[in-house]
């Protein structure tokens, strides 16, 4: 044995090069799997965390125009927990010293709180308050791309009217992680932003007083959305309802698994290749110490 021994440790000096090239191999490997798997689990633990906090939706469903009063009937159907209907339209934002168009998404908040539901994460500023139509709070995002700050003025083209606007607020939302526009594949701030405007204003400007043309729901625990799908859907259909779609298939939601869901598959092909490097050039180490 003593012999066998010496003759290995000469083969281990021997080819010491090589073997550190494998151990290092190997040592990426595991590496970049505890890294991406612990990277991953963050990430998923921080996103439900997120959406839990802010209360993001789980139904969501536009409507051409319904009355206030069918969110009652909304309400009760069977498995839903909290209903919040709001306004939701396109506009033309008019940015200065940038040419391209620009197109926000306006969305309707309450004056003076919180909505129930997909709530706001305040980084600057404040909400908007009661008997100020003209205040809006805008995206991060859009807001850090164009340099805004509260205080600021931003234009806009409501319903034909150009408006200004004035920025109380910068903010976050659930809904919102990736803002993506319409017919667009992949976000761009610079061309796309949010920003919540309060419900009287925008109600005014659309004509939707006592109407909505968006809703959101959450459901409680334990309970599937296709059946409240099916019945939401029967009773905006006289109202002009576009479909209802559930948390898994809103857009931004969407990107955000599927974000995800690429750091899973990187995760485990990145160190199945080293892995597989490392036993090739094993391999072929032996291959070459019984040659000798």
Known sequence: MRALNRKLMRDLWRLRGQILAIALVVASGVAVLVMSLSALEALVETSEAYYERYRFAH????VKRAPDHLARRIAAIPGVQTVETRIAKFAILDIEGFAEPVIGRLMSVPEGREPLLNQLALREGRLVEPGRPDEVVLSEPFAE???YK????????IN???RPLNIVGIALSPEFVYAIGPGALMPDDKRFGILWMG????AAAYD???AFNDVTLSLLPGVEPTAVIERLDLLLERNGGVGAIERADQ???WFLVDQLNQLETMATVLPAIFLGVAAFLTNMERCCASRW
């Open 150 to 157: 509260p205080g600021d003025r931003i234009a806009a083209i």
């Open 160 to 162: 034909d009217t150009k």
């Open 59 to 62: 139904v969501f469903a536009g």
């Open 208 to 210: 939707l007083d006592g």
């Open 251 to 253: 857009i931004s939601n």
């Open 145 to 147: 791309a164009h340099g």
């Open 199 to 202: 419900r009287e204003a925008l």
